[in-house]
């Protein structure tokens, strides 16, 4: 996990018991391979999800859209749909599943997704 990331965050990984391995941003690929390396040669397998760039993980954060579907008709009825969708960006993952999600959703009007990110992130 990046060095920069939120204590808060590390914390609650570890509370799922996972290990947390510190590294840089910049030697996140090099510090997982190792990582990986290390499992494979303790007999472990090792399936690798990266935090955004995986089908799965877009996938994933997509459904969030049907819940926003579901509650902009219960807001605004069955045909009702929200303009403009504001989403936190980091990875792309999210984002990436919001936005696939939305035009599928409603494609025809269309949904303006904006990404956001805190400033100085």
């Known amino acids: 996990m990046p060095t920069t990331a939120p204590k808060s965050k590390k914390d609650a990984v570890l509370e799922y018991g996972a290990e947390v391995v510190d590294c840089e941003n910049h030697e996140r690929a090099s ?4 990582e990986m390396q290390k499992a ?23 459904s969030i ?11 605004w009825g069955e045909r009702g749909r929200p303009d403009v969708v504001v989403c936190p960006i980091g990875g ?9 999600a939305a035009k599928g959703i409603y494609e025809t009007g269309g949904v303006t997704v904006v990404g956001v990110e805190p400033e100085g992130g």
């Open 92 to 100: 792309g993952g999210l984002i990436s599943g919001v936005s696939l």
């Open 40 to 62: 494979r040669q303790a007999g472990k397998e090792v399936v690798y999800f990266p935090s955004y760039d995986h089908v799965d993980v877009i996938e994933g954060h997509g």
């Open 65 to 75: 859209m049907l819940e926003v579907e579901e509650q902009a008709e219960k807001v």
């Open 31 to 34: 510090v997982c391979e190792r």
